[in-house]
């Protein structure tokens, strides 16, 4: 089983759209967990940390089911903006700061 | 707002050479790390470093990579003998207490 899993996508939706994106990890004893987003040829730019209780920031509000493990983000009301690759990311639990990358979901907003 | 440099931007070399890649994590930052992107894939940890010294590694970062920190500000990654597969995006991170990481504009390194 791959450590980070997503669905690549694309998802193609218009400006003003809901879209959810979800992730699951393997490694049960992870213990931080991430949304950073990616624009092509571009560094990974952090989104935000995700929290048990699941936070908000904005438009954007992530969730963690740590029975399942399972990480989720939603984005309410999308820009043109948003288009971007998001990718999910896990400590895996051999170091607090080894992070691993899914492959990401692409998100293209169209007007 | 503060953010990590990375040079140079894009660096081309012959397969066997050596290269350097240089970074500037974020000032008040303690924890450092190398990772890479070979195009089309998922990014790859390589190092991380602390206090000085590596606290973990990859599999991909065998005995042709060394890190350092020369100074109290750059952050270096030496690939010893490059080779084709080498070629990738390198980015540096840095983080501070939390585990929360923040990456370079990277360097693109091809290998001929």
């Not at chain 1, 690759?85 to 899914?102: E, I, P």
């Not at chain 2, 970062?61 to 690939?79: A, W, Y």
Request: proline share 4%; with cysteine.
């Amino acid at each position: 089983r791959k450590e980070v899993e997503q669905d690549p996508g694309p998802f193609n939706v218009p400006e003003g759209a809901t879209v959810a994106f979800n992730c699951t990890y393997s490694n049960s004893a992870s213990q931080s967990f991430f949304w950073y987003r990616q624009d092509c040829r571009k560094e990974p730019k952090l989104l935000m940390s995700v929290y048990s209780s699941g936070n908000e920031d904005g438009r954007f509000t992530a969730q963690l089911n740590r029975a399942s493990q399972y990480i989720s983000l939603l984005i309410r009301d999308s820009k043109l903006s948003d288009s971007a690759t998001y990718l999910c990311v896990v400590n895996t639990g051999r170091g607090y700061s080894t992070l691993t990358f899914g492959k990401g979901t692409m998100l293209l907003v169209s007007p | 707002e503060p953010e990590v440099t990375q040079t140079p931007s894009h660096q081309v070399t012959q397969m066997g050479q050596e290269v350097i890649l240089r970074c500037v994590p974020i000032s008040n930052h303690l924890y450092f790390y190398w990772y890479r992107q070979i195009l089309g894939q998922k990014v790859e940890f390589l190092v991380s470093f602390y206090n000085n010294e590596i606290s973990e590694k990859s599999e991909i970062f065998d005995d042709q990579f060394s890190v350092e920190r020369p100074d109290g500000s750059n952050f270096t990654l030496k690939i010893r003998s490059t080779k084709l597969e080498d070629s990738a995006m390198y980015f540096c991170a840095s983080s501070g207490w939390t585990n929360e990481q923040y990456f370079g504009p990277g360097t693109r390194l091809t290998v001929t």
